[in-house]
């Protein structure tokens, strides 16, 4: 494989080292003089490189929290307006910087674990955004609630506990997209009783039945009896 190809399939920037993990030899990657430039030291990028990637290896820092959401396929509202990163030091700029690390970032991007993700969007983000983030992941089979639970045993973990509370980690119980999850912790804000994922007999499942009475379907669909999607005409 041509070095070009290689740097293109890990979003268009790396380190030296990267290349040479991958068994390109330092002649094949002085090949790249004048094809890709050097906005460091060490670093190679291509003109069109991922932005967020750059930004990340240019400060020596791993994609974390809301910033990672996307790359990890998990939901999110929106990403932040800053770019978070997880750092070592203290010397990154213009950006939110996580420090905490647990488990094994990914072994070529600089992005950190899904769990580290999590870990951070959840002492961080808003709670309608984390709750998101986690339910998303936990639905997918991606994330337990134990493991983030054990992670967060630290007296400064307290506010990230909380909002992990607010997790639904059941699959019979959980949302189906990221306005679900919104919905459900604004009606409990509310005081309201809230009932998720509700079979009602001859209408198929709703997303909500809020205090035993009233069913509530936020997308504008409905699992009928026959297991099809149907439009719905009491929607939020």
Known sequence: MDPIDYLRSLGGVA?????????FTRREIGS????????????????DANPDFLFALM???????????????LWIRSAPDRRHLATRHARAQGCVSHRKLLFPPHHELP??????????????MDAPQAVSMVESAARAGRVKRETLWTALDSRSDARARKVLAQVIFDTDRQAQSQPEVEARLLFLAQGWEVE?????????TVDFRIERVLPVEIDGFSTTVTGSRSPRTATA
């Open 15 to 23: 380190r030296t080292g990267a290349l040479l993990r991958a068994g």
């Open 32 to 47: 790249l003089e004048g094809r890709a430039r050097r906005p460091r030291k060490g670093l190679w990028a291509l003109p």
């Open 59 to 73: 400060r020596d820092g791993l994609i974390t929290c809301g910033s990672a959401a996307s790359y990890h396929g």
């Open 111 to 124: 992005l950190v674990s899904v769990e580290d993700a999590l870990i951070h969007a959840l002492g961080c």
């Open 196 to 204: 998720t994922q509700v079979w009602l007999p001859g209408v198929g």
